[in-house]
Each structure stands twice: as C-alpha cells, then as structure tokens.
C-alpha cells in the first residue's frame, strides 16, 4: 500500500512536467531559426565556463613553474606559453560573452514573438465558445487564468529547459575536473544544492494556488478599475458620488491579495537564506579542504585555483539546475491553465444545410422549452409560434418575460432545452450555422458601439463588405442614419467614441439609427429581429422610422420586441409572453377585442397619453 502511494506520488510529482515538451514544440512553431541559435548558444554557454577554469589553471601553474626555473631559456619558453593561455582565456571570455548576450536578444525576440502567438491561440479559442461558456462565472474564471502569465510561461519553461540543458553540460565538466581532486568534493557539491529546491518547489507550488484560487478577486479587481476608468461609467460615478465607495472597494481587495503575497514573499525569503547558509558552509568546508590539500603539497596552486572556482562555479551552477527544475515545475503549473483552456470541449455544430425542405414555410417554434444555466426557472416554456415569409411579428411582454431569450434560440446563440425550431421546414439544428445567421440582420438592445469610424459601424452588419462604402449608404439611408451622418465632420469617415484621438460621440438616438442601419447592411438576409430599436427615440422619430420600416421590409419576416404599443399595433401579428409562456397572439383588433393581457397594458399605456 505504502509503495503504491510513492508511486502514485511520484507520478503526480513527474506529470506536471507533462506540458514541457509543449512548450518547446509551441516555441519551436513560433519561429524555428531562433530556436535553433538559442539551442545552440546554450550548449556554447554550458561548455565554456569549465574551459576557462581549466585555462586558469595552466596560467597559474605555468606562472609558478616559470618562478621555480629561473633559466632565461624557460622564462622565454614559460612567458611564451603563459601569453598563450591568456589569450586563450581572452577568447573564451568573448566567446561566453557573445552567448550570453546572443541568448538573451533570442530570448527578448521568442518573448514577443510567443506572446503573440499565445494570445492569438486564446482569442481563436474565444471565438469558437458557445454563449452560455461566456455567462458562466467559473469558467470565466479559468479563461482569466489562462490569460494572465499565459503568454510568457511558454518561453520561461523553454529558457528554463535550454538553462538546465546549459547547466547540465557545466556540471558535467566540472564534474571531471573536480573528480580528479576527490569523489567526495562531487558529492557536497550535490548535496549542498538541495535544500534549496525542495524549498523552491515547495514556495512555487504555494504560489501558484495563490494564483488559482483568487481568480475572482482579481476579475473584481479588474471590475473596480474599468468603473472608475472608463468614459461610460464616468457621469453615474460622478454624480452618484460612488468614487470613494468603489475606491474603498478596490483598496480592501488590494490589501486582502497582498497580505497573501507578503506572507508567502516573508516565508520564502527566509526559508531561502536560511537554506542558503548550508550552501555557503558546504563551500567553505570544501574551501578549507582544498587550501590544506594545497599546504600538503598534493596539489599545485594552480590545481587550488581551478578546484576553488569549479566548485565555486559548480555549487551555483547546480543551485541554477535546481532553481530551473524548480521553476520548470512552477511554469507547467501554469501552464495546465493555458492548456486546461485550449482544451475546453466545445459543442461542435453538426448542421450542414444551406436550405430548408419547404420552401416559404418561414418561422416555426413548436413547444420550446430552455432554461438558463443554474437557473431552476424556465425563461421559456412549452412555446409555440409561426411567422410565415413576409410576416412582421411583435413580441410583448413585462421584463425578464423571455422576449430576448426567444431571439438568442432564434438566432442559434443558444440552443432549445426541448421542442425544436424550424426554418423552412428544417430543424435550426441542421442548418450551418454560418449559412443560417446570414439570413439574420439582428440589433439587441444592448447593441455594441463599437469605437471605430461610422462606416465601419454600419459595415460591421456584414464583414464581408465591412469596406463597401455604396453598401455603408444604402443601409445608413435604410436605417434613417444618413441625414445626421452627412452633418458630421468626416462624414462616414468620422470616428465615433471617446477612447481614440478626434472620437465624436453621439446621442442615444443616433447610436439606435447605426445600429439600425447596421442590421440593413445584410442586403441578403430575409429575417430581421429587432430588439428595442428604437427606446432611445422620441415616439414621433420611432413611428416615422417603423413607418418607412415597413416599406423597406414587405418581403422580409420581422420580429421586433417593443414597449411602445404605437409601434407593435403596426405588425401582422402580435404575441404577448408572460413568464416564459405564450399568453395571447394575433392583430392588435383581435387582441384588444379579446379584452386579455394585451388589451389591458394598452389601456395602461395609452392613459399615460391622455
């Protein structure tokens, strides 16, 4: 049982390492020349160190053979030989520098080079998740780890691995000069080393739970700074007076995260010195051993100066290894957050139709039912609906009734819990998914004011024509955006936003008209879902634009969600949910006829008007 255990230990110890060879072929992918001459200054910079120390030797000993023989003949012969050992060291000296220089430009170059490519791995990963994985806090929490550090933990385990590679060689050469002194001297050199990475790989495996567990902190952390920072937060900040409230906010969770920090830094600090001192003494304990060696006679001075420095040298080399192992333990800590990430399972959409099998049968969800993730309440329920081709449907209803939720399964953001939606006949499911969402121009409510120019704005509708400045006005027209867009002072060409340079921002109408003409810019698609298009307008700039709307979209099937009853009374058709359900569908005439929901929040809202 017991030996079970260590090897089950054992194992876990060695898998952590697994994402070394990873790291190095992720490397190795970004840029293969500099690699190779990182590969190679390594093995340079390892070999050379026990080259000069083994020079500094024969300088030494051929300085105390020359004062031992005194004959001119032997002085010229030894000053010779010394010169030529000097100039030997000189060139390894230069040759170690250069490596060692040459290592780190690779190093700074493979740095943003890497960072890059890990970053660019991350977003195309983000693009290829499903809505529901964005909305889910813990895993927003393993995507927040996976970005922090991701992008230089690659290269650190590689510079690591190449470092221990480097120190291998050192330690190998030491190891046989100082072999020729005593076995024993290898053996303290060893064993002096070791405390120190257990230390090490302890405080890193400390360090990295640190980093793991407070992911949320630091999203918080995050949260705190973008309220106080950011331009669409400011006026509520400001005139609610929150600055101080979020600032105390932002310094608790500081203080909370760096006393952490500073008992893990206090603890590892000492545990370091002390552990320090035992290397320290190691080498005294060998200093002492080689000096009385020396007095004895048994070996020579220059023999002393070579054995003091390897070992010197040996004992911070074989720190360095350990230090590496340690570290290389800590990266791939790391690292299994990057990967843990890249890995995450991804539904895979199986639908590849680009037409239904009937024909002009438009819209259909037949007792659809979907539930948010954690959420023990369905947002819709046993829901039924047809909009047939051409059709303009309006959906009413209280907040939080389901009319949003309704488009994000029309528009395949999530998929139905039970029940299925068709498109011509075919279940969404089946339809690919590209083909399917470019039948859809769609504005949300909380539609995105992207901080790029107008035309960019409204080209962003249909990215393949994101650059078509004719399209840009077609749909800015359709959209009742151009008039405005005409007055600004670069036109379409203007910048909108405040976060860059000669940004202009607009008002919340404008803002409405571009996301309109946004949804226009699919010229193809044959469904339009509009929520709340127009909240931000006046009613008399509202019924104008459904008026023209309508004109524009006879051929299209619509489904618009809106409080404003002077708008859904213009649809074919009218449904009003309640709590997830289907309450009441048909004509205003009918619905108001009825005398049901329908009827009485029109008499609420058209008593406001009188």
């Not at 120019?453 to 399209?471: A, K, S, W």
């Amino acid at each position: 049982m017991r030996i079970r255990f260590k090897r089950n230990a054992l194992r876990q110890s060695l898998a952590v390492f697994r994402y070394s060879g990873r790291a190095v072929k992720l490397v190795w992918t970004t840029n293969r020349y500099l690699t190779v001459i990182l590969a190679i200054l390594t093995l340079v910079a390892g070999l050379l160190p026990a080259a000069i120390a083994y020079i500094g030797k024969l300088i030494v000993d051929t300085v105390v053979f020359a004062n031992q023989n005194n004959s001119q003949n032997s002085d010229f012969v030894n000053s010779h030989n010394a010169l030529i050992y000097v100039g030997l060291e000189a060139i390894a000296i230069a040759l170690l520098t250069g490596s060692q220089r040459g290592l780190s430009v690779c190093q700074s170059l493979l740095r943003v080079l890497l960072g890059h490519r890990v970053n660019v791995l991350i977003l195309e990963k983000a693009l290829t998740l499903d809505l529901t994985q964005f909305e889910d806090s813990e895993f927003y929490d393993k995507m927040s780890n996976a970005r922090r550090e991701a992008s230089s933990r690659p290269l650190s385990l590689v510079n690591r691995t190449f470092g221990l590679v480097q120190s291998a060689l050192s330690l190998v050469t030491y190891g046989a000069l100082l072999l020729n002194f005593s076995f024993g001297a290898v053996v303290v050199l060893i064993l002096a080393a070791m405390p120190a990475f257990i230390a090490e790989t302890k405080f890193a495996g400390q360090a990295f739970r640190l980093f793991s567990w407070r992911a949320p902190e630091t999203r918080q952390q995050q949260y705190l700074e973008t309220l106080v920072a950011r331009e669409d937060f400011a006026k509520e900040v400001k005139l609610y007076q929150l600055g101080k409230m979020l600032l105390g906010r932002y310094h608790d969770l500081f203080n909370r995260l760096y006393g952490e920090d500073r008992d893990l830094t206090l603890r590892r600090g000492l545990w370091g010195y002390l552990l320090s001192l035992l290397s320290t003494a190691a080498f005294y304990l060998a200093y002492a051993w080689i000096v009385l060696e020396t007095v004895a006679g048994r070996i020579s001075l220059g023999e002393m100066t070579m054995y003091l420095t390897v070992f010197r040298q040996g004992q911070s080399t074989f720190a360095g290894a350990m230090t590496s192992i340690g570290g290389m333990y800590e990266d791939n800590l790391y690292l299994s957050n990057l990967y843990d990430f890249l890995e995450e399972e991804v539904p895979k959409s199986w639908g590849k139709a680009s037409k239904g099998t009937k024909l002009g049968d438009g819209i259909r969800f037949e007792k659809v039912t979907f539930s948010y993730p954690g959420s023990s309440q369905p947002a819709l329920k046993n829901l039924s609906l047809h909009l047939k081709p051409g059709e303009k449907l309006a959906i009413v209803g209280e907040n939080g009734s389901g009319k949003t939720t309704l488009i994000k399964l029309l528009t395949r953001l999530y998929n139905p819990d039970s029940g299925r939606i068709l498109l011509d006949g075919l279940d969404l499911q089946e339809w690919d998914v590209e083909v399917l969402r470019r039948r859809i121009g769609v504005i949300f409510q909380n539609f995105v004011r992207y901080q790029f120019t107008v035309g960019e704005n409204i080209g962003v509708g249909d990215v393949e024509h994101l650059e078509d400045r004719e399209l840009w006005e077609l749909a800015a027209s359709k959209g009742m955006a151009r008039p405005f867009i005409e007055l600004l002072s670069e036109g379409f060409g203007t910048q909108l936003g405040k976060w860059f340079k000669g940004g202009q921002e607009l008002s919340g109408g404008q803002w409405q008209k571009i996301a309109l003409a946004r949804a226009f810019m699919r010229s193809s698609a044959d469904i339009l879902v509009l929520d709340e298009p127009t909240s931000a307008m006046d009613p008399q700039a509202e019924f104008d634009i459904f008026n023209h709307f309508r004109s524009l979209t006879q051929n299209q099937m619509v489904v618009l969600i809106s409080h404003r009853f002077s708008t859904v009374r213009m649809a074919d058709k009218i449904a009003v949910i309640e709590a997830g359900e289907l309450l009441e569908e048909g004509t205003h005439e009918e619905l108001l006829e009825a005398g049901g929901r329908y009827a009485t929040l029109f008499s609420l809202q058209a008593a406001g008007y009188q």
